[in-house]
Structure formats: C-alpha cells, structure tokens
C-alpha cells in the first residue's frame, strides 16, 4: 500500500487505538492517507458524503472496529455491502472481540480478514506491516 492515492478508512471509537495503528502506520512507513471515523455512522457519512466532505478517491480498505457507539462494525457492514458504490471496498476487522458470532457475522459479510488487536503495542505494529505486506502483493482495481 505504498501508492498514496490509495486512502485508508480506520473505524474506531478509542482514541488510543487510533493513534497505535497512526504510530504503527508512521514506523513501518506506511504512507497512505489514513482518515478516521468513531463509528460506522460517520463511516458511512464520509464514504457518501452525507453533510460532511466526501473522502476522495474512495477508500480501497476500511480497518474496522466491531464494538463501537451509535452503529457497531457488524451493522456498518451490513449497510456496506447493501451499497451498490460501496459494497467493493475491502475491509478488515481489527477488533478485540473474539466471539465467534462476531466472526462468523463478518466473514457471511466478505471480510477480507479479521484480526484480534494485539495487547502489546510491537505486535499491534506487526499486524499493521502484515496488512500493508498483503496489499502491497495484491492487484486492486
């Protein structure tokens, strides 16, 4: 993902997550505009333009949170993938829940991956750089 025309949408709602995944992003140079929303409510926004500037180019991943206010990852998936000018978009899911429901939900839902946040801020960065690895070996229209 070194191509910074690619933007990155993260979805999550604690702000110390936010900045782990903006430091692991800065340590392993991951040069993408990276935008963040707190919840899938303003994900959706954003992604549309809804009353709010519209993120252009659409984001071509979405790192999502599933445990967050207003609309839970899961429900922004659902809405996602009802969206004919967003259903493409490939989304990881970044989150501490490791309930099988919430996997199994994801996945019916075409998630590209679904990664339990690590505890330790140097596996957090080792997560990110394996992402960043993935997409940089992979074709995107």
């Known amino acids: 993902m070194k191509d910074n025309t690619v933007n990155i949408l993260l979805v999550e709602d604690d702000e110390v997550d936010v900045m782990n995944v903006k430091r692991a992003f800065k340590k392993s ?3 993408n505009p990276l935008h963040v929303a707190g919840n899938g409510l303003e994900a959706l ?3 549309r333009g809804d009353n709010v500037e519209k993120i252009t ?3 071509k991943v979405i790192l999502l949170d ?3 206010p207003k609309m839970n990852g899961i ?3 659902r809405e996602l993938r009802a969206d004919n000018d967003l259903k493409s978009i490939s989304v990881f899911v970044l989150t501490t829940s490791n309930q099988d429901n919430d996997k ?3 996945y019916d839902l075409n998630v590209a991956g679904y990664i339990l946040k690590p505890v330790e801020l140097d596996k957090f960065m080792q ?4 992402l ?3 997409w940089s070996m992979i074709e995107m229209p």
Do not use: S
């Not at 997560?127 to 394996?130: D, F, L, N, P, S």
């Open 29 to 31: 140079n991951i040069t």
């Open 45 to 47: 926004a954003v992604l």
């Open 57 to 59: 180019p659409q984001p």
């Open 66 to 68: 599933i445990n967050m």
């Open 75 to 77: 429900e922004f998936l």
């Open 104 to 106: 199994f939900d994801a």
């Open 127 to 130: 997560a990110v750089t394996t």
């Open 132 to 134: 960043d690895l993935y």
